[in-house]
């Protein structure tokens, strides 16, 4: 949104459902131009002890053939107090009237485990040429990345010269 001429922002939470919506219908720069109507929503319920589950929808319509919408899921989940998997996935449609319509997808997994000594991370990401968001901000599409942390603390004696190593 660049140039709203009216919008509504809606946030709250409702026992463990947090709910936000953020809509606005932003006028075009381009003289002559249709203007963007642009609808945010994200849902995220807390599942047990620092858990969530959550949805996110996004629309961004010029008119019925020039939009595009996402929507996705992701789930965080701490599966012991140091392990946690985080988990990801949106499909996102887009409407041109010159391109026509394209569908992409992403997908996204993390593993981690926590800890004062050893600690990991393993994650991966695939996201497709097509997958467009219009509405956000994705650094980079059309490729898979894998990345891993590996780190090890060595805590020596209070006060000694060497205190901590990582």
Do not use: C
């Not at 509504?8 to 936000?20: D, E, F, P, S, W």
């Not at 992701?74 to 985080?86: G, M, P």
């Not at 997958?131 to 059309?142: E, K, P, V």
Request: aromatic share 8%; hydrophobic share 35%.
């Amino acid at each position: 949104m660049a140039n709203p001429i009216g919008g509504a922002k809606l946030t709250g939470k409702i026992g463990r459902l947090n709910v936000g919506y953020l809509g606005a219908l932003d006028e075009s720069f381009d003289v002559g131009a249709d203007n963007t109507l642009v609808n945010l929503v994200r849902v995220k319920n807390d599942v047990g002890s620092g858990s969530s589950i959550g949805a996110v929808y996004t629309d961004r319509s010029v008119s019925t053939s020039e939009y595009n919408r996402v929507a996705g899921a992701d789930a965080t989940l701490q599966l012991t107090d140091r392990y946690t998997l985080t988990l990801m996935g949106a499909t996102s449609f887009t409407g041109d009237p010159e391109t026509g319509r394209e569908r992409g997808r992403m997908l996204h997994a993390k593993f981690e485990q926590a800890g004062t000594r050893f600690s990991f991370n393993a994650e991966v990401e695939d996201t497709d040429p097509e997958f467009n968001t219009a509405s956000g901000f994705l650094q980079r599409i059309g490729e898979t990345q894998a990345s891993s942390r590996i780190e090890y603390n060595w805590f020596g004696s209070r006060g000694s010269l060497v205190e901590q190593v990582g």
